[in-house]
């Protein structure tokens, strides 16, 4: 009886701080990056669909709208929604670990930290950003094969806008993923809003001069306002003409006013910070 209370060993159990829940966070966020770093068929896979969408289709279809584009190629108008769409289906398939920790039972081991469960959200959104800008990079390094310029200032520009669209379309994806058990019914769940999103965002086509209802819903669509300021950009950088410019850069207006981009910036940042936040509301509840 001895000899086994004197293998008895005391445990002790740290007080939260901030400084513990940051490391959680860190923790968490460098997870996702090592594991992306180590499927090397997931990058590359998750760039298959957007060089298609850039190189093919639109090789393909420049012949039929080059008479509309005013001597501007249909690549370089449509690299800022293929951008996007790299960004949103990279972080969706990084939000989608969530639901696989939880499947595979990893997801109890962190629960069980003395850690708040909203760490665990903020460490999974900032991951999955991460993730999808890394490679939303690479794809933004063949800028110069569809005449978008390699100025310093637009890549930076373009590269904090990545930032901002990946993380709120992580944090969409895991305010989704915290209520689904299954990778299943997540993958069935997304596929079901990702496209819709992507095709009446105005990736593909000016939001002007559309159909009522189409204009209706893509003014409705959050991603048309993370689509319009990073083509706005691009266009700033483009020696093109005014006629060009008015029909493939039109912007998105309400009631004839154009939306600034800072004004556009501003509804994706707080529809990321939105959904973060009942992410975490949702995952507290939860067992």
Not at 73 to 97: E, H, N, Q, R
Request: hydrophobic share 55%; aromatic share 10%.
């Amino acid at each position: 009886m001895s000899a086994a209370i004197a293998d008895v060993v005391a445990v002790r159990v740290p007080e939260r701080s901030w400084r513990s829940e940051a490391r959680a966070v860190r923790i968490v966020w460098r997870r996702d990056l090592i594991r992306f770093a180590s499927d090397r068929m997931r990058i590359a896979t998750m760039l298959v669909q957007p060089l298609l969408f850039l190189f093919v289709l639109g090789a393909g279809l420049e012949t039929l709208a080059s008479a509309s584009t005013d001597g501007v190629d249909l690549k370089t108008f449509i690299f800022p929604g293929v951008l996007c769409m790299a960004l949103v289906f990279s972080a969706m398939f990084s939000a989608i670990s969530l639901v696989m920790d939880r499947e595979f039972g990893f997801l109890r081991e962190m629960l069980v930290a003395p850690i708040r469960r909203s760490s665990i959200v903020v460490g999974k959104c900032l991951g999955g950003a991460t993730v999808a800008s890394l490679q939303g990079v690479i794809l933004l390094a063949l800028a110069g094969f569809v005449d978008v310029p390699y100025d310093p200032l637009l890549l930076l520009g373009l590269f904090g806008l990545m930032l901002l669209i990946a993380f709120t379309v992580t944090a969409f994806g895991v305010m989704v993923a915290v209520r689904i058990r299954q990778i299943q019914t997540f993958t069935t769940v997304m596929q079901m809003f990702v496209m819709p999103l992507f095709f009446l965002s105005g990736a593909l086509y000016p939001a002007s001069g559309l159909p009522g209802w189409l204009e209706l819903l893509t003014r409705l669509n959050p991603l048309t306002y993370a689509v319009d300021p990073m083509r706005r950009l691009v266009f700033s950088h483009l020696d093109i003409s005014d006629t060009a410019r008015r029909t493939l850069d039109p912007g998105i207006t309400w009631f004839g006013w154009r939306v600034p981009s800072l004004v556009e910036v501003g509804i994706v940042l707080a529809l990321g910070l939105a959904m973060m936040g009942v992410a975490i509301w949702q995952f507290s509840r939860t067992e």
